[in-house]
């Protein structure tokens, strides 16, 4: 047990901590809490719930993934993904079955840590992610229009393409103050990200139009009118259940545990490349679980790792956990104190943020990159986009992995067990007489999702104890998107943080190719690419001798 969970504030508790580094991260953390306000609010509207859930669960579930995490500036709170989840579990299941399906997701995600799944979780193909991401942001964009149009519908359809029927159908109806306060919020939010401000656009937006409309009387709908006064205090909640029921809250449930597991690993793994560090990621998911049982008895919602807030808090100096907790603190002090005049918040400005939310979660860059993958990536994005858009979220998932698993076996039945002539024959195996600055790495077999986070973390390792980095790849047939994404990422942080000079040798011409065609490499530099490791070495050494 002791192995599984270790959380990583009490590991940093035992080396110590400078005085300078608390101050860094109480700082971060008031920075993050403040950039979590308006998020946290516009998540819970978003979903179908009142406003005050979002920050309770920004509060409760946030304290307690930095307390009990395996990252160090993992900050949690609730998230755009859960939108679509919640409102759906809302309106089959209502709030007390969204409370249960909580608490049961909590117990899985302790599971998953209890059997050491942490790991498998973050081998899902990039393309499978970024296809439901890259759906949910759709269907986050699609929930927004009713309140940035200003639209007087009572109730929208959960259904994708009925809700734009009901949309279109009511274009007549529109608010005009209201597109014009969702448009100045996006105008505000973009503004600010370009002056790359302490204080979050978000944030600007709300409080000054939030005033604007107050003072001038401009007929838009407010939090007030949807959901009347906002609680500054915390309501203990019990559901009521009947244990021959509890079966039909295991999809929902389940639904909220990987996504949730898969979040929180995502932007544990990004943080990872920003601060140089490891998290752990069983420990985490045990944290998320525990997060999540506690924050629905308290009137909260789903919690996970937010990944562009936790972005926010390493980029103002957030370093360990203390920078969470205070985040989680600065929230608890504005809703106790600043809670009631939340009520006056425009509907509009909301969307305005959400919209803005919903571009960002699109990597419609990375979609893009994708789309000149192989077929078998393209495949698994479209699937896994379309089915989260026009079904579910869960049904995605499933079938994108099994999807992912059957094209694989196919991609490799299609590959020939023999090497095409003239790649990297060269019999020399015998690396003993190598300067001890260079480094052979070996990569055998498929580069794809399932091996790409190993392969890519070696090369990693390597690139900071080395001078000289040979990679051979003869043995590699194919590479998938999700490799590329890892490789390119590592690349990346050697660039910018280590003196190593990579060459690669052996590369077949279609492993070549998709290479190329996205960037790889352009850093790698053409001319240390080879055919031969004799050529490749002969390359190596010359570079060697020139510099060291």
């Known amino acids: 047990m002791e192995d599984i969970f270790r959380p990583k504030f009490f590991s940093i508790l035992k080396i110590g901590i400078s005085k300078k580094q608390i101050s860094s991260d109480i700082f971060a953390g008031i920075v993050v809490g403040i950039v979590a306000l308006p998020l946290a609010i516009a998540f819970a509207v978003a979903s179908g719930v009142s406003p005050e859930k979002g920050i309770i669960t920004a509060i409760i579930a946030g304290f307690l993934i930095s307390l009990l995490g395996g990252s160090r500036v993992q900050i949690g709170g609730p998230t755009g993904a859960f939108i679509i989840i919640i409102y759906g579990i809302i309106e089959k299941y209502g709030i007390n079955g969204l409370i249960i399906s909580t608490l049961m997701a909590g117990v899985i995600l302790i599971l998953f840590g209890l059997l050491k799944l942490g790991s498998l979780l973050k081998y899902f193909p990039h393309s499978l992610v970024v296809g439901f991401t890259s759906g949910i942001a759709l269907v986050i964009f699609s929930t927004q229009i009713r309140d940035a149009l200003g639209l007087e519908i009572a109730e929208v359809p959960s259904g994708f393409i009925d809700k734009w029927k009901v949309f279109y159908a009511h274009l007549d109806d529109v608010n005009y103050y209201a597109l014009a306060v969702t448009l100045f919020t996006i105008f505000i939010v973009l503004l600010f990200t370009k002056l790359k401000t302490k204080i979050p656009g978000s944030f600007i937006a709300i409080l000054f139009i939030t005033i604007i409309v107050q003072i001038f009387h401009i007929p838009v ?81 789903p919690a996970t790792g937010a990944i562009a807030r936790t972005a926010t808090n390493v980029k103002n100096g957030g370093r360990t956990p203390i920078a969470g907790m205070t985040h989680a603190i600065t929230l608890l002090l504005i809703m106790l104190f600043f809670g009631q005049w939340a009520k006056l918040i425009p509907m509009s400005v909301l969307a305005g943020v959400l919209i803005i939310v919903a571009y960002n979660m699109s990597e419609w860059r990375t979609f893009r990159s994708i789309l000149h993958s192989s077929s078998f990536d393209i495949i698994i994005l479209f699937s896994t986009f379309l089915l989260t858009v026009l079904v579910d979220l869960t049904v995605a998932i499933e079938v994108g992995i099994v999807l992912s698993a059957l094209l694989f076996m196919r991609r490799m039945s299609k590959m020939g067990a023999n090497l095409p002539e003239n790649i990297d024959n060269d019999l020399i195996e015998d690396y003993s007489s190598l300067p001890k600055d260079f480094s052979i790495y070996e990569i055998s077999g498929p580069l794809f999702f399932a091996s790409a986070k190993q392969y890519a973390e070696v090369i990693k390792n390597l690139g900071f104890t080395s001078k000289i980095l040979i990679i051979r790849m003869r043995h590699v047939p194919f590479i998938d998107a999700t490799a590329v994404h890892n490789f390119l990422e590592v690349l990346k942080i050697l660039k910018e943080t280590s003196e190593v000079t990579i060459v690669v040798s052996g590369v077949r011409p279609d492993v070549l190719k998709d290479l190329e065609k996205n960037g790889i490499i352009s850093i790698i530099g053409k001319g240390n690419i080879f055919d031969s490791f004799n050529n490749a070495l002969k390359h190596a050494d010359k570079i060697y001798e020139s510099k060291y």
């Open 221 to 301: 709908t407010t939090i007030e009118s949807f959901f009347g006064d906002i609680p500054a205090h915390f309501n203990f909640v019990v559901p009521h259940f009947e244990l021959n029921n509890l079966s039909i809250y295991i999809q929902p449930a389940l639904t909220i545990a990987l996504l949730g597991g898969i979040e929180s690993l995502l932007s544990a793994v990004v943080s990872d490349g920003m601060i140089g560090g490891n998290h752990r990621s069983n420990t985490e998911l045990i944290a998320q679980g525990c997060a999540n049982i506690i924050t629905p008895f308290l009137g909260g919602i």
